[in-house]
């Protein structure tokens, strides 16, 4: 786990596939440009539909696909971000990799890492997973410069919509690369031999 | 009993917006253990900058303000009801005015009551007090820590547990494994002990309740928590499961009595925003 020697980069969106390639494990990366929210609604619904682009209202294509569920306030000047901090993204580990392969995302943002399938469509696909700040709700929404677009507000409700954000600098760390690697699964087998042995199991 | 609505109102102000210093203080103490230049060490300054900002902006520090649960305790004479009906109006002005996240889903029609309010929501627990003064402790538990807590029977042949202290130390260690970094550590931890299922869950969350300065004023408790915190962080899951030396700020055990042939353990785990906020009136 060579987190120590990580180095920051700048994404601007959306990336290639190229792009991705140069993304590895330990890599902390500050995104610009659009992303776009989706949780458990709107993951389950992108899956089972398989919508083609002219039906959703913004690109998706060498995009980031963010696991949160806003605080968003209504006024006069239009949406106001209050809070906006990552969501469990395990939960969606389901529909993930469908949504990679059928709407040619670039990353897919969220907190706590991911599953095997998630992982091999990754590499598949040439997209990584990014690790954002859990719990950072505030200083994650002043990175949104603006909310430029939401859909399925009405339906879904103002947590599971998708809203289009405008990000400058927002900060995340990869730890799922394009390359097979996952973080995730190297920290839960250290820690699972750290936990036989305080445990006292055997093989 | 307008002035209780107002105060309940100013609790879920400070719960939302403002960490408590003691776990505040932890996250600090964290800070200084994680190596230079690492991604949790870049992380926590940026949850300690976070912190900062949601208390200066009076906003929630996390976009997930949970499922409120209640505490309180009352002397003789109060009225359940009452209390509840102003925690519940209460409520639906917070969730306006803070602004909080509506997270109340009804199970059969999937429809958000858009006011964090519905069937049983917020939890509230009753309590009567031989004191002279109502206390008010509200929780703000998010759904990411709630979703990893587990409940055990002893004895546990999987684990090798036993009836026995020894036996709850490997149930708070594997419920930690199995957690990993989902539920946004470093974890503030409560384990409750005791002889029926319903009454360990919620003893277990009373124990997040307690300040992390707090010592078990049971010997053999106080000992076993502070083992059990270096074990749980020497299993290298690290601040936002990122890797690293803080796994979980404080383990806190509450116990009660058992039946013969039962003995259940429930481990809770906050994220590292234990979001507590206390009310004291007195009469």
């Not at chain 1, 776009?36 to 992108?46: C, E, I, Y």
């Not at chain 2, 509840?84 to 009551?113: Q, Y």
């Not at chain 2, 090798?160 to 957690?179: E, F, Q, S």
């Not at chain 2, 003995?263 to 994220?271: L, Q």
């Amino acid at each position: 786990m060579q987190t120590s020697e990580s180095k920051t980069l700048t994404i601007n969106l959306p990336m290639t596939r190229e792009d991705v390639s140069f993304l590895h494990v330990g890599d902390m990366v500050l995104l610009s440009g659009h992303i776009v929210t989706a949780r458990d609604k709107a993951h389950q619904f992108l899956a089972s539909e398989r919508l083609p682009e002219e039906k959703i209202p913004f690109s998706l294509k060498g995009g980031v696909i963010y696991h949160c569920g806003p605080i968003v306030k209504q006024t006069a000047a239009g949406f106001n971000l209050i809070a906006g901090g990552p969501t469990t993204s395990m939960r969606l580990e389901m529909y993930e990799h469908r949504i990679i392969s059928y709407y040619g995302i670039r990353a897919v943002m969220g907190k706590g890492g991911m599953g095997g399938q998630t992982l091999d469509a990754l590499k598949k696909k040439g997209c990584v997973y990014l690790h954002a700040i859990g719990g950072a709700a505030v200083y994650l929404a002043d990175r949104v410069k603006k909310v430029a677009g939401v859909w399925k507000l009405e339906e879904f409700g103002m947590t599971e919509a998708m809203w289009l954000l405008d990000v400058k600098d927002f900060p995340a760390v990869v730890t799922m690369d394009a390359h097979g690697r996952s973080l995730h699964e190297e920290i839960d087998k250290k820690s699972y031999s750290t936990f036989k042995k305080l445990v006292g199991l055997r093989d | 009993m307008r002035n209780l609505r107002d105060a309940i109102l100013e609790l879920y102000r400070d719960a939302a917006t403002s960490l408590p210093a003691d776990v505040e203080a932890g996250l600090r103490r964290s800070l200084a253990k994680e190596e230079r230049g690492s991604a949790q060490r870049s992380a926590l300054l940026k949850i300690l900058e976070n912190v900062k900002m949601a208390r200066y902006t009076s906003r929630p520090m996390c976009q997930d303000t949970g499922v409120p649960l209640f505490f309180v305790r009352m002397p003789a004479g109060f009225s359940a009801l009452k209390i509840r009906d102003e925690i519940v109006r209460a409520t639906r002005i917070a969730t306006k005015k803070i602004p909080l996240r509506p997270n109340a889903v009804d199970i059969l029609t999937e429809k958000n009551s858009g006011d964090n309010t519905g069937t049983n929501f917020p939890v509230i627990y009753f309590e009567e007090t031989a004191g002279k003064q109502l206390t008010i402790d509200l929780m703000l538990k998010g759904a990411g820590s709630e979703n990893i807590g587990q409940l055990y029977k002893l004895p546990l042949r999987e684990l090798n547990a036993g009836r026995d202290m020894d036996g709850v130390r490997k149930c708070v260690l594997d419920a930690v494994y199995k957690a990993q970094g989902r539920g946004c550590p470093p974890y503030v931890i409560g384990v409750g002990i005791g002889a029926s299922r319903d009454q360990v869950t919620r003893l277990s969350k009373e124990q997040l309740l307690r300040s992390l300065d707090d010592k078990n004023a049971l010997r053999t408790l106080y000992n076993t928590e502070r083992n059990l915190l270096s074990e749980v962080n020497r299993l290298g899951i690290g601040p936002l499961g990122l890797g690293g030396k803080t796994t979980a700020l404080s383990v806190r055990i509450g116990v009660n009595h058992r039946h013969p042939a039962t003995y259940f353990v429930d481990v809770s785990m906050s994220c590292w925003a234990d979001r507590r906020a206390s009310l004291l009136i007195k009469i």
